[in-house]
């Protein structure tokens, strides 16, 4: 795992501008699953030491191989001026970077910049590079409204090949939508597919023509529950130099808070966590479960020590696994988001391991969108991973940009070419603001 300071910090300045956007806090007991508490954890051990001889690894399935390198990347920030203290200045690497309030982050939708993604996606294929192909070339969008015309959360859709066999199953998001790759599903070959949506009393069901990639549906149901239920889980690489990040939490709180807090719909937020690290490590992965309570919520995170890591990938694929079964989702009618904060792949190399591949397609039965921000030491395997995970589930890919000497300013090295960039907060209040704008009319 390789050290970046100047960017852990800012990964977790976007942790906390969304997990601090509750109100109401209580004290409780952490044990109480109902309200918070760590699942995995029985909390008598402590976040760091020797994890002891390592026994078992894990076998390799495969070497990695990278058979044509990717095209060369922007370099690396390199360590910035001294100040007259001896100190390196902030918003440079090697210095502090949370102290600087002008982060700046870019964001890209390959959903909706469709045929981007598509020609990405092919020359990715030319470099070689070792990922887990999930065909989404074939991309089928199921929209689902009221009679009102406003977007339903929370619908169920099942999908049937032609023969009346189950294939995938997917819950509509805050826009209504829902995505179905046939290509990628248990019969790629079918002709036709039968869909069923419904949510409570009311049920749809209609043929889905391979020759149309855009299919309307109308529930005579309300468009979602008010206030509107807000799910947020964070998914933390804690790996390597966290620490002195993790304790900038609380400094950068309050402003944040308060724009999010300021958001005019006002949704029933709860907020949970899974960290992770890699086998060998004192522990792979702890996750804890949503809570109203803010207060209990940040008393926690502020507790998570990083160390460990060793190599570059980390066990993504576990955390990612805990992340989506380990918490109580609410699910019915709920925007429910996964950040994931980190800046490397996950490891493709154990035996008995989670694939994120499958661990997607479990968040998309649940209704989860995955959001991954990647910070500048995430390579291409990572990047066309992130990008996997948040196209499949409906997000966005989130990478902070950097000017002349690591400074923040608006370039990246990601293969991204039409990108909006805003100030990191920025970003993420409109981000929260963006999944509950479309649900507000209702209320």
């Not at 929370?154 to 509509?172: C, E, P, Q, S, Y």
Request: charged fraction near 25%; proline fraction near 5%.
């Amino acid at each position: 795992m390789r050290t970046h300071l100047h960017t852990r910090g800012a990964l977790l300045i976007l942790t906390v501008a969304i997990l601090t956007g509750a109100c109401n806090p209580f004290t409780v007991k952490p044990a109480q699953k109902e309200i918070g508490g760590w699942l995995d954890w029985d909390e008598e051990s402590d976040w760091t030491g020797d994890a002891g001889p390592v026994t078992e690894l894990g076998a390799m399935k495969y070497e990695a191989e990278i058979l044509v390198e990717a095209p060369p990347s922007m370099p690396m920030p390199t360590a910035g001026p001294i100040d007259d203290m001896g100190r390196t200045e902030p918003g440079i690497a090697g210095g502090e970077i949370y102290q600087n309030p002008a982060l700046r982050a870019g964001s890209v939708d390959d959903n909706a910049e469709w045929d981007d993604y598509l020609l990405y996606r092919l020359r990715f294929a030319e470099w070689g590079i070792s990922i887990h192909n999930i065909d989404v070339s074939e991309r089928h969008i199921i929209r689902v409204t009221n009679g009102r015309y406003q977007p339903v959360l929370g619908a169920k859709v099942t999908i049937f090949d032609d023969a009346g066999h189950k294939l995938a199953m997917m819950r509509t998001y805050a826009d209504g939508r829902a995505l179905f790759f046939p290509l990628a599903s248990m019969n790629p070959g079918a002709q036709s597919y039968q869909i069923r949506v419904e949510k409570g009393s009311a049920e749809a069901t209609f043929p889905l023509d391979r020759n149309y990639r855009e299919h309307l549906v109308t529930l005579e149901v309300r468009s979602a529950s008010n206030p509107v239920r807000l799910d947020v889980h964070f998914l933390i690489d804690a790996t390597g130099s966290m620490s002195d990040e993790i304790q900038q939490l609380k400094e950068n709180m309050i402003a944040i808070s308060e724009r999010i807090h300021a958001l005019p719909s006002n949704p029933d937020m709860r907020f949970g966590m899974t960290i992770y690290r890699d086998r060998g490590d004192l522990f792979i992965s702890r996750t804890f479960d949503f809570t109203p309570d803010i207060e209990l919520f940040t008393s926690e995170l502020v507790k998570v020590a990083a160390e460990g890591g060793g190599d570059y990938p980390e066990s993504l694929n576990e955390g990612l696994h805990n992340s989506i079964h380990l918490p109580e989702w609410r699910v019915e009618e709920t925007v429910s988001l996964i950040f994931l904060i980190a800046d490397a792949p996950p490891q493709l190399i154990y035996d008995n391991d989670y694939d994120y591949a499958e661990e997607v397609f479990e968040a998309v039965v649940r209704g989860i969108k995955i959001f991954p921000l990647a910070s500048s030491g995430l390579d291409d395997q990572g990047e066309y991973i992130f990008r996997q995970l948040a196209q499949i589930s409906s997000g966005k890919f989130l990478f902070l940009t950097y000017g002349a000497n690591g400074a923040p300013g608006d370039d990246t090295s990601h293969h991204v070419g039409d990108y909006s960039v805003l100030s990191l907060d920025e970003l993420v209040v409109r981000l929260v603001e963006e999944e509950l704008t479309n649900l507000v009319s209702e209320q």
